[in-house]
């Protein structure tokens, strides 16, 4: 009998499409996003350890990793893109949790030189994608991040511009490749504990960061401050980046993969697509 322990790192920002926010008056969301006593707030700048847990696994070769449909979310504060299966994971060092992938979205800057909500030993960069995920009771949520630096274009950045510029109804994309975003030679991931990155800011959020980032290209960051959000004709988003909160004593954890881990390759490429730690017993 083959039994798979399969395992992900993913990322979160949690709002109604119907819900406009204004990115201009920080200081003035509600929920616990400023009160005096949210000391867990996100994002933060997040700093690499010279110390780290080394985990015996690595993300899993892929059977495919092309082909995934999905749909525009019509958000009116991000490109959000919604996977038309439902998709479980674990996470093994919280206890071997199951959790629900929900959707992935893109945070971008006024410029190229910021974009990114959480920070990286110091530097800020140009954009940000989140794949949200729930776990326990839907009430709190798992989140891996990846950062964008200005470079080549990106083909999984192309189909999700593509998809808000589409026009009329239908705004799927056929063939999304999460396996481009999160590919199987990832070796290091950071973790803390924080929030919601938009109102209300709640504080239930386990990060896990890639410090490695990957490349956008300067035109897809000028399509994305004039690209129409909601339905295709909401207002465009010049910026949608919370600023950077206080650490408040937090720690962060860091781990690395073995690189000599031997990766199964899982049959299904919905969950492959999303395995960061695949071990396999007979």
């Known amino acids: 009998m083959l039994k798979a322990a399969v395992t992900v790192f993913l990322v979160a920002v949690v709002y109604s499409s119907g819900d406009v926010i204004d990115y201009d008056t920080q200081g003035e969301w509600g929920g616990v996003c400023n009160k005096e006593e949210s000391k867990n707030q996100s994002p933060v700048d997040v ?26 979310e019509n958000n009116l504060n991000a490109i959000k893109i919604k996977f038309t299966e439902t998709i479980k994971y674990m996470i093994p060092w ?47 949520y798992a989140v891996i991040n990846r950062f964008f630096k200005v470079g080549a274009e990106n083909a999984q950045i ?14 799927d994309i056929a063939d999304f490749d999460l396996s481009a975003l999160f590919p199987s030679d990832i070796k290091e991931v950071i973790t803390y504990e924080g929030g919601l990155t938009t ?24 399509k994305l401050r004039v690209v129409k959000l909601g339905d295709g004709t909401g207002d465009a988003k ?15 954890k860091h781990y690395k993969m ?3 881990a031997s990766a199964a390759t899982v049959i299904s490429p919905l969950l492959a697509l999303l395995a960061l730690i695949v071990n396999v017993l007979c």
């Not at 949790?97 to 959707?103: C, D, H, M, R």
């Not at 109102?199 to 960051?221: F, G, K, M, N, R």
């Not at 010049?238 to 962060?252: A, S």
């Open 47 to 72: 700093i690499s350890s010279e110390t780290s847990t080394e985990v015996d696994a690595k993300f899993v070769e892929l059977s495919s990793g092309q082909g995934l449909a999905a749909t525009n």
């Open 94 to 140: 919280m206890e071997n949790t199951e959790g629900t992938v929900a959707q992935l979205h893109l945070h971008w800057g006024a410029q190229d030189s910021d974009g990114s909500e959480n920070w990286l030993d110091g530097k800020q960069f140009s954009a940000e994608a989140h794949l949200v995920t729930s776990y326990g009771d839907g009430s709190k």
């Open 158 to 171: 192309a189909k999700m511009i593509a998809s808000a510029e589409a026009e009329g109804e239908n705004r």
């Open 199 to 222: 109102p209300e800011c709640d504080e239930v959020v386990h990060w896990i960061v890639v410090p490695e980032p990957l490349t956008i290209s300067t035109a897809q960051l000028a």
């Open 238 to 252: 010049t910026f949608n980046w919370r600023n950077k909160q206080d650490l408040n004593e937090r720690t962060f």
């Open 258 to 260: 073995k690189t000599s």
